[in-house]
Structures are given as C-alpha cells and as structure tokens.
C-alpha cells in the first residue's frame, strides 16, 4: 500500500474496530494477526504491515484518510446514558458510542458553513442524590414552559427537540437491550435512537427518556452504582414532561383500558405510561394498577398495545438537510463532504439519514443510438 505506515494514527485503529462491533479478538481473527499485535497497533507500539493495513481498511469499511486523520474533539466525552448498562454487551455500546462521536463529527463540519439551531434550554438547578421527585414535576413544568407548550400534548416531539437545538440520529442499533441513548457533546445534546423501535408510543417516550437525562443529568457520569438512580429520575421526568400533572390529572375521569385508550388518541402515550403516571400522582392505588395490569394482561396487550402507531413522528432532518444544502448551494461536493469527514460515505448517510448512495459520484450512462 503506498500510504506511509508512520502516519497511521494509533487510535484510529482502536475507534474502527469500535465502530465495527468487533471485540480485539474478533478483529484479530478477520484481519489475521494475533490479538497481541491488534494491542500493538492501537497503542503505537508498532504499525501494521502494508497487507495488514489492507485488510483493515476491507473489515472496518472505513478509507485510508480515517486512519491518518485526527478527530478534533477537544474534550474527553462523558459515557453516554445507557438505559441498559447492566444488559448490553461492551462491544454495542462502544460501537453505538461511536456512532455518537460520528454525528459529532458530522454537526461540527457542518457548523463551519450552517447556523444550526441554536441550543434553547432553560438553566436546571438539579441534584441528582438529594433532590425528590417533586422538584422533576417543577422542572418538567419549567421545560414545557420554555418550550411554550402549555399543557398541551406533544405532537412531534422530535421535530420540537430539533428546533431547540438536539441533534437526533435515528439508526438500526441491532441491539436488543437499547431503545435509545444521549450524551452532551460540542455543547449540544445529542440523542440517538432504534428506528427498529416498532411502536410510536413507545418512541415518543424514549426520547422524552433521554430528554430527562439532558435536563436533569448532563454532569452526571453514570455508572452501575447509579444507574438505577438516574434512570427512575428519566423515567419521571418523561411522564411528568409528555403528561402535565394539572391537564393530565383532570381528564382522567375513568380508570378503565377502553377509557385509557380513548386518551392515548389524545396524549399519544402508551397505556402502561398513562398507568404508571396516574399511579405516581396518586390517582391509582396499588390495588387498582394490578387490576389494570391483569386485565391488559387477559386482553394480551402488555407489551404491544392497540393504537401504538396511530399517529406519526418526523424523522430527523438537521444533519440530511444541512448535508444538501451544502451540495445544493455549491459551497461543497458530495466528494468534498465525503473527504472532509474521511469516513466511509455510507456510514455518513447512515448518521444523517439521507438516502443509500445520496453521496455517491453521479456515473455517467453510455446508451447506444437506435
């Protein structure tokens, strides 16, 4: 291979093999080096062959240009939140992280000709270990407030999210265990999450999920010893956020399934959500959720319930409409974008959800004339 071996970037190796889901040894195995020389290679204590090098390239998909090129993130990045941190296995979560640092990469790119939208929160006071679950309700309120949205249901929260400045990355996350996922990143929040996530309810719940999070925890380094902690606190913060205590409260005249489900046309949140809200804020007594619980059990609506994609949610559009309009303006070419970011073009559509082969060199076609 003709690149110079010497300008291989240790850790470029390392974030491939990541970004990959490949574990040392499994990356070993397909690019046919011990697990030892992987270690080597991604600590600089020696470079890999020409003929290794290829083969690292063909595994990880990625061109020549990411390996030799450094990724200007100035600041160590916080783990993500994982919802699932107990469940999931390390190499999904380093492979799903990465995608996180790729959409990094992608906003910052894009911020040097494009005025994204700016971040619009309002300032938390938040202490995680002392702080009840009252004061989430009030900073819940204080969000809608902000957001100017009353007490009314949220329609489109990932539209909304995308106006106050989050940046969304929907993707197959091929991982069972994670439903969706957020970090604080180049003073943004960033949030991504399962298109595989088969039920709109569901989704609009994650994201207020991981919305929690943002609010609530963006100095927080999670770990197992306050996972639980931080994910209950999520998890109130996203009822309290897409259900209004004040509204919310006053409509629920009935406590049945059917009546339930007459709301959720309204609210667009799951039963189960409604059910639990309802038994956070004292409408339902213990006795009374079970009953519920039984009886959505008896009808086998647990886990995938009737109107749970009655309505729609937009798609992300940040990071695809400010990738065509760079090309539409002529400010840069697919080749020009493709290049700057140095990583594979499909991996790039993938992030910012344009179409397969969008960044693909339009290829003249020769026709025989008849």
Not at 35 to 59: C, K, L, N, Q, S
Not at 181 to 201: A, D, H, K, M, N
Not at 245 to 254: G, H, K, L
């Amino acid at each position: 291979m003709s690149i110079d071996q010497t300008r291989i970037i240790p850790e470029q190796i390392r974030e491939a093999r990541e970004a990959a889901g490949l574990t040392d040894e499994q990356f070993a195995e397909q690019i046919g080096v011990s697990r030892g020389a992987v270690g080597h290679y991604e600590t600089g204590m020696i470079a890999p062959r020409g003929d290794v090098f290829a083969r690292i390239i063909d595994v990880t998909g990625q061109p020549a240009s990411f390996f030799t090129t450094s990724r200007n993130r100035s600041a160590r990045l916080r783990m993500p939140n994982w919802r699932s941190l107990k469940r999931m296995q390390r190499p999904d979560r380093l492979r799903i992280a990465r995608r996180l640092e790729w959409a990094l990469d992608i906003a910052s790119y894009l911020e040097r000709f494009i005025e994204l939208p700016a971040v619009s929160l309002p300032s938390i006071d938040f202490d995680f270990e002392n702080d009840d679950e009252e004061k989430i309700e009030g900073i819940a309120e204080i969000v809608r407030q902000h957001w100017g949205l009353a007490q009314e249901p949220v329609t489109d929260l990932p539209a909304l999210l995308e106006y106050n400045g989050c940046i969304l990355i929907e993707q197959d996350v091929r991982c069972e265990d994670m439903d969706a996922v957020s970090r604080w990143q180049g003073g943004r929040p960033f949030i991504l999450y399962s298109r595989e996530v088969e039920s709109t309810s569901r989704t609009l719940f994650n994201l207020a999920h991981e919305l929690g999070h943002v609010v609530l925890h963006s100095s927080v380094e999670v770990t197992s010893k306050n996972l639980d902690r931080v994910e209950k606190q999520a998890n109130r913060f996203a009822g309290a956020f897409l259900l209004p205590r004040r509204q919310f409260t006053s409509e629920v005249a009935r406590t049945s399934i059917d009546y339930f489900l007459v709301m959720k046309q309204r609210w667009r949140v799951a039963v189960a959500a409604m059910v639990y809200r309802c038994k956070d804020l004292g409408i339902l007594n213990p006795a009374q959720v079970q009953y519920i619980w039984k009886q959505m059990a008896i009808r086998k609506i647990r886990k995938r319930e009737p109107l749970d994609n009655a309505f729609k949610v937009s798609t992300p559009t940040i990071l695809s409409s400010g990738i065509r309009m760079l090309i539409e303006h002529g400010v840069q070419s697919k080749s020009d974008i493709v290049g700057s970011l140095c990583l594979n073009s499909r991996d790039i559509e993938d992030i910012c959800g344009l179409q397969r082969d969008e960044l693909q060199a339009k290829v003249a076609t020769l026709r025989l004339i008849k």
